[in-house]
């Protein structure tokens, strides 16, 4: 290229190039990456200081309270290292409780120069670091939150990078006992990323694929070494398995059935889905990786190191793009980052290429990309901290109110003694509500989420243990309207209205209406009595009307049914029924969620009697409602009283759950 009337400089390429863009053409690549490390990583910190954190990191944060061996939404290891923090700083600050993920980041772009700069060059290292830390969904949300995605990227490129050293050595380089060394490291890395996250399954997946697509690999499917990794990442990664079987495979039911729910074709989804990961990942990004991922596609497996990472990126880049055409997926574009990430070597030497061949169209790519990333993380950490384009243009709905805690109430809760008073639990109605609570108690009490989606904080506190308990309720009010009615059979006491509070930024009032509540006296176990004070809520259809005197209500048809409201994992066992019967001996019939449970036979003398009687057991994770039918075989049946008894849990809530 020709030099240019300003300043220029020599770089490690031929000729001379314009001083402004020496940065995009580093001398030394691997000191080039490590500044860009240390760069984003203080850029992270800003970021960390200046925003609370989002819904998903305030809800993990509020289940690692207590530590547990895995969790519902996920294995455990980044909820291990939210505890760990908290246990080591006593802080839940949202920049304490990021650090390590920061630090996560800085050993995953590393790791991706190491792995490209084996498998390429060191100049396309540092591009693919570099093109890594422009991507919104890495340097953002992968780069500097706390959640599971941190870990799984760092682990996910380490075991990448083994099984490179292993499967495509340089010649010479591997013996008998370096093969098995290195397929060690390859089952515990592995093991790591299974504790990370699901996803690890199609790292499996694709090595597997790669060695059955190319004759230079067959041997390792007789070879035992790979097999024996596969077992020490068992091992490793046991934690999630022990709790799933203490649990009902419910963590692995939860994600795999993620896929499987269908709501017919929707092709519209398919484009959400296409259109979100172009956005998460940037179209100046996004474009040219599904340029060099197709063409290592179609190369197939001649091209070794570009099969290598074509077979690791495509499946959860395939999986979970196919899903979408049928499966609610919403809007979890970042489902498929793990198979970018292994697009970006191919991408760094595609820019590496290009500086060499194109050098003013490559580089006016990845200065714009650094340029307008940098300047639309600008204006995004700015607005959360004034709020100041709603006063440039009104917003209908604002992503960014996620980045909004209610911890600004702890301290007024607790100069109302709300916070740390014994017998009393908190409460959210929606798993994302369930985070905020949490940050607004600080830890003060354990918080649960009483609704049918409680997802990990089902797992906070035993239900069973709390019986008699106050529960400080807090929600928005589209979610928490009216508590006293949404939970009339589990609060005996009452509830009362403590406040409601807004939320403002920079100034402005952004959320209206959160209410806070003190329910009296809860309780999982339901008692019937039939005396017209019953909540509405028991009574299903079949019922006449109240007798006169205490306890008495006859069946007015064919059958009635009764429904009770099922707490988050609360299993019955135990089921009292007193009846009698004014038309004779009759027998009536006694079913739970339609499985026939019981009979109880009517004494010809109208006398009531009582039928005891276990229930199946169920311990779901959400809420839900149980139904009872009782059929008479005959007019005449008058109900006295119904109880319905919980069954503790075999496992009780805390550490090494």
């Known amino acids: 290229m020709s030099s240019t009337a300003a300043p220029s400089v020599t770089t490690g390429m031929p000729g001379r190039t314009h001083a402004f863009w020496r940065w995009l053409d580093p001398g030394d690549p691997a000191r080039a990456t490590l500044i860009l490390i240390l760069v984003t990583a203080v850029i992270r910190l800003g970021l960390a200081v200046l925003m609370d954190f989002g819904n998903g990191e305030s809800y993990y944060l509020a289940g690692t309270r ?29 920049a304490i409780i990021r650090l390590p993920f920061i630090v996560l980041f800085a050993g995953t772009t590393w790791m991706l120069f190491t792995l ?14 570099l093109l890594l830390n422009v991507s919104a969904v890495f340097t953002v949300s992968v780069g500097g939150w706390f959640q599971p995605d941190g870990p799984l990227m760092l682990f996910w490129l380490v075991t990448a990078w083994a099984l490179v050293r292993v499967m495509l050595p340089e010649p010479g380089t591997m013996g008998p006992a370096r093969i098995w060394g290195w397929w060690l490291f390859i089952g515990i890395s592995l093991g790591l990323t299974v504790l990370s996250k699901y996803h690890a399954a199609f790292l499996i997946a694709g090595a597997g694929l790669f060695a059955l697509t190319r004759r230079d690999q067959w041997r390792w499917v007789s070879h035992p070494a790979p097999y024996v990794a596969m077992l ?73 190191e570009d099969w290598f990472l074509a077979c690791v990126a495509l499946g959860p880049i395939a999986f979970f793009t196919i899903v979408a055409l049928w499966a609610p997926l919403g809007f979890h574009f970042h489902w498929q980052a793990p198979g970018y990430l292994m697009l970006f070597p191919l991408l760094g030497r595609f820019a590496a290429n290009g500086v060499t061949q194109r050098p003013r169209l490559t580089r006016g790519w990845l200065g714009t990309s650094v340029t307008v990333t940098t300047v639309v993380i600008a204006v995004l950490a700015s607005h959360i901290a004034t709020n100041w384009i709603a006063h440039v243009m009104p917003l209908e709905k604002d992503p960014t109110l996620e980045a909004l805690e209610w911890r600004d109430q702890r301290d007024d809760l607790r100069a109302r003694g709300l916070l740390g008073q014994p017998r009393t639990f908190a409460a959210a109605t929606h798993w994302v509500e369930g985070g905020k609570v949490d940050s607004a108690v600080g830890g003060a009490m354990p918080v649960v989420v009483l609704s049918d989606d409680p ?59 959160v209410g806070v509540f003190l329910a009296h006296n809860f309780s999982v176990r339901h008692r019937i009595e039939f005396d017209g004070t019953d909540p509405d809520s028991y009574f299903g259809e079949g019922w006449g009307a109240f007798e006169g005197g205490p306890g008495a209500r006859a069946i007015d048809a064919e059958a009635a049914t009764l429904h009770f409201d099922i707490e988050p ?81 075999p496992h009780p809530t805390g550490a090494g759950r």
Do not use: C
Not at 72 to 93: E, I, R, V
């Open 66 to 94: 207590v530590p547990h061996l895995s969790y519902f939404d996920q294995p455990p290891l980044a909820l291990w290292l939210g505890w760990a923090m908290l246990a080591l700083t006593g802080s839940d600050d949202p």
């Open 116 to 129: 490209t700069r084996r498998l390429y060059s060191p100049r396309a290292g540092f591009y693919a670091a």
């Open 232 to 304: 020490v990442a068992f091992v490793v990664a046991s934690p999630v398995l022990i709790w799933n079987l203490q649990n009902d495979w419910v963590s692995f039911a939860f994600q795999g059935g993620r896929s499987v729910e269908s709501a017919g074709l929707r092709p519209e989804w398919l484009l959400r889905s296409v259109l979100g990961q172009m956005t998460w990942l940037l179209p100046w990004v996004w474009l040219p990786m599904i340029w060099v991922f197709a063409r290592a596609l179609i190369a197939g497996p001649s091209a070794r």
């Open 455 to 513: 997802r990990n904080l089902a797992f906070t506190l035993d239900l069973t243990t709390v019986e008699g308990w106050d529960v400080l309720m807090m929600g928005t009010d589209h979610r928490l309207k009216d508590p006293a009615a949404r939970f009339s059979q589990t609060i005996r006491g009452g509830v009362e209205l403590v406040d409601r509070f807004d939320l403002t930024r920079g100034g402005d009032v952004v959320l209206r209406d």
């Open 569 to 649: 994992r609360v299993r019955y066992g135990h089921l009292v029924l007193r009846a009698r019967s004014s038309g004779g001996q009759q027998t009536l019939r006694v079913a739970w969620e339609g499985q026939p449970v019981g009979r109880l036979v009517l004494p010809e003398d109208g006398s009531a009697v009582d039928l005891v009687v276990p229930v199946p057991g169920d311990r779901r994770v959400g809420r839900w409602q149980g139904t009872l039918t009782l059929t008479p075989e005959r007019p005449g049946v008058t109900v006295e009283r119904v109880t319905l008894d919980p069954v503790s849990s």
